[in-house]
């Protein structure tokens, strides 16, 4: 008789929502880097901005073409901001979905360990039954042999 590990199907649905856990934590972790992507391009863009108006400056700029730069660079510090909290936001949304993977990790791993152990339990079993069989057959023999059949 072949081993059958009887929580088979649930060890099969905690793998499947362990690799679900895995995936979102991929999402989770590609939104973050996209943030910092975003934070650092708009960075880049305040620095250029800078120089830029600073170049300008050397050079005499009007009143209104200085505002109209002072309000791009306010508006751009306050994206700076936004973008700074969302990936605050989506840091801890990621460490949650990394704790979710370890747990279902952990789940995924018990079970496995039951499974092996209930192998092995059944391995011993069967050696049991073989040696039993075994020495049976052998008892039978040597009564054959010893009253000449």
């Given at each position: 008789?072949?081993f059958?590990?009887?929580?088979q199907?649930l060890?099969?649905?905690?793998?499947?929502v362990l690799?679900?856990a895995?995936?979102a934590?991929g999402a989770?972790?590609?939104l973050?880097?996209?943030?910092r992507?975003?934070?650092?391009?708009?960075k880049e863009?305040i620095?250029?901005?800078c120089?830029?108006?600073e170049?300008?400056?050397?050079?005499?700029?009007g009143?209104k073409?200085y505002?109209?730069y002072?309000?791009?660079?306010t508006?751009l510090?306050?994206?700076l901001l936004e973008l700074?909290?969302?990936?605050?936001?989506?840091?801890?949304?990621?460490e949650?979905?990394?704790?979710?993977?370890?747990?279902?990790d952990?789940?995924?791993?018990?079970?496995?360990?039951l499974?092996?152990?209930?192998?092995?339990?059944?391995?011993?079993?069967?050696?049991?039954?073989?040696?039993?069989?075994?020495d049976?057959?052998s008892?039978?023999?040597g009564?054959r042999k010893?009253?000449?059949?």
């Open positions: 008789m072949g059958r590990f009887r929580l199907a060890l099969k649905h905690r793998g499947f690799r679900e895995q995936t934590l989770a972790e590609h973050k880097s996209a943030i992507t975003q934070i650092e391009e708009t863009v620095k250029s901005q120089a830029q108006l170049e300008e400056q050397h050079n005499g700029v009143v073409r505002l109209d002072k309000n791009y660079l508006l510090e306050q994206q700074e909290g969302q990936l605050a936001d989506a840091s801890a949304a990621a949650e979905k990394r704790t979710a993977v370890i747990e279902r952990k789940s995924v791993k018990l079970l496995e360990n499974e092996d152990r209930a192998r092995e339990a059944h391995g011993h079993v069967q050696g049991r039954r073989e040696l039993k069989q075994a049976e057959i008892m039978a023999k009564f010893r009253n000449g059949m």
